[in-house]
Nanobody, 118 residues
Framework: QVQLVESGGGLVQPGESLRLSCAAS???????????CRWYRQGPGKERDMVAA???????YYLDSVKGRFTISRDNAKNTVYLQMNSLKPEDTATYYC?????????WGQGTQVTVSS
């Protein structure tokens, strides 16, 4: 059974940074074998949007509003996906979810809350 556990969320002030982690576990489950690893976010009353994605070849994609501020990465040895978030803004406030996909089958974590407020 696959399990994704996010961590690293919290309450920060505008301009500060956070690093989210998504640790994967499960029998024979490997981040390195995933086609895509993604981070999504969902703010109050909003739809869930993809924030960042990294492919098996290391190619990355970002939501326009986070380009230059957020960086997605994967550590295959630690079976973990990261989202480094710098220069955080109040509009980044949301629950952040990790998603991984292999052969069009996706798995989700439970989410971690990020609140940016002064």
């Amino acid at each position: 059974q696959v399990q994704l556990v996010e961590s690293g969320g919290g309450l920060v002030q505008p301009g500060e940074s956070l690093r989210l982690s998504c640790a994967a576990s499960g029998s024979r489950f490997s981040i390195a074998a995933m086609d895509w690893c993604r981070w999504y976010r969902q703010g109050p009353g909003k739809e869930r949007d993809m924030v960042a994605a990294i492919g098996s070849a290391g190619n990355t994609y970002y939501l326009d509003s986070v380009k230059g501020r957020f960086t997605i990465s994967r550590d295959n040895a630690k079976n973990t996906v990261y989202l480094q978030m710098n220069s955080l803004k109040p509009e980044d406030t949301a629950t952040y979810y990790c998603n991984v996909e292999k052969n069009r089958v996706g798995y989700w974590g439970q989410g971690t809350q990020v609140t940016v407020s002064s």
